[in-house]
């Protein structure tokens, strides 16, 4: 009778070998996840109707063939990109940025030539936009996708864009007497802070002054009956002071003096009036003596 024990082993071995392949990828470890096919980054997330952004997309060729002709895309939504941005600038393609259009020549987005890019080859290109000064406000989701006369990819969703279309400029009118022996006066603070969303661009506040009353402008403009400062931009959440002074000489003892500082102008539109305007009343008391409230 012939032995078993060979063809037993062989059986053993085949089971040994059978296992052992079944269970190893659970132990094996695993291997490095590669780089995205699209990936969109901003400049900032928040912006202001009229300001510009950048968003900057990497495509990469994940597979083993070489995509022909590649571009990349950069779309938004819910509203198209190109209806309320324009491209102002494309660096990093190999060939000027045209506008995508859908199937009924509607324009949907920007794309930027990248050239033929082989198996594990990647293109960056960063696409500079104007937001309209008129663009409403609201989220905007960036999208990207890399296209090829031979290949195109599923479009990724990037991050979020919010345009802010207004900004609310708080204005503080302060006032201190100076009863120096040479030149007594009384020096006035201006002060615009920006309560957002968006940063106040351009403002401007003026004083009017009580009849017969003169100003030294400071950083400010002094014009008749009125001093007129301005502040520039002031980002959320940051103040600006701006300061001028009028004379105690031009001031009769015992007649309180109602000075009163107003946003006359600024961009964009500011959404609070309460906080508008500010006023002190000054009285001289005497020559040595001003009380401001």
């Known amino acids: 009778m012939r032995s078993l024990r060979h063809p037993l082993a062989a059986v053993a071995a085949a089971v040994t070998m059978a296992v052992t392949m079944a269970v190893a990828p659970l132990f094996a470890t695993p291997a490095l ?10 400049s900032s997330a928040q912006v202001q109707a009229g ?16 995509v022909l002709n590649a571009a990349a895309r950069v779309f938004t939504t819910p509203a198209p990109l190109p209806s309320y941005a324009t491209l102002t600038g494309c660096a ?78 708080a204005v503080a009118l302060t006032a201190t007497p100076r009863l120096g ?44 009956g009125a001093v007129t400062c301005a502040t520039g931009t002031v980002p959320a ?7 001028f002074s009028v004379p105690l000489g031009l001031l009769t003892i015992g007649v309180p003096y109602t000075f009163t500082a107003t946003r006359t102008a600024s961009d964009p539109v500011d959404p609070v009036s309460a906080n508008d305007s500010d006023q002190v009343r000054c009285t001289v008391v005497s020559v040595v003596l001003v009380t401001c409230d």
């Open 237 to 243: 959440g940051s103040s600006v002071t701006r300061t």
């Open 33 to 42: 996840a590669g780089p995205p096919e699209v990936a969109l980054s901003l």
């Open 181 to 224: 022996l040479l030149v007594p006066k009384i020096d006035f603070k201006v002060r615009v802070t920006g309560n957002g969303p968006g940063a106040v661009r351009d403002a401007t506040v003026t004083t009017t002054l009580p009849a017969g009353l003169t100003a030294s402008p400071g950083d400010c403009a002094a014009g008749q």
């Open 92 to 169: 990093g393609a190999a060939a000027p940025c045209t506008t995508v259009t859908d199937g009924g020549g509607t324009p949907i987005g920007f794309q930027a030539p990248v050239g033929a890019l082989s198996g594990g080859a990647s293109a960056t290109v960063a696409f500079t936009l104007s937001v309209a000064p008129d663009a409403a406000p609201g989220e905007r989701t960036f999208q990207g996708e890399l296209r090829g006369s031979n290949y195109a990819s599923t479009i990724v969703t990037g991050p979020v864009l919010t345009v802010v279309a207004e900004a609310d400029a």
């Open 51 to 66: 300001d510009p952004v950048t968003v900057t997309v990497t495509v990469t060729n994940v597979h083993a063939f070489t």
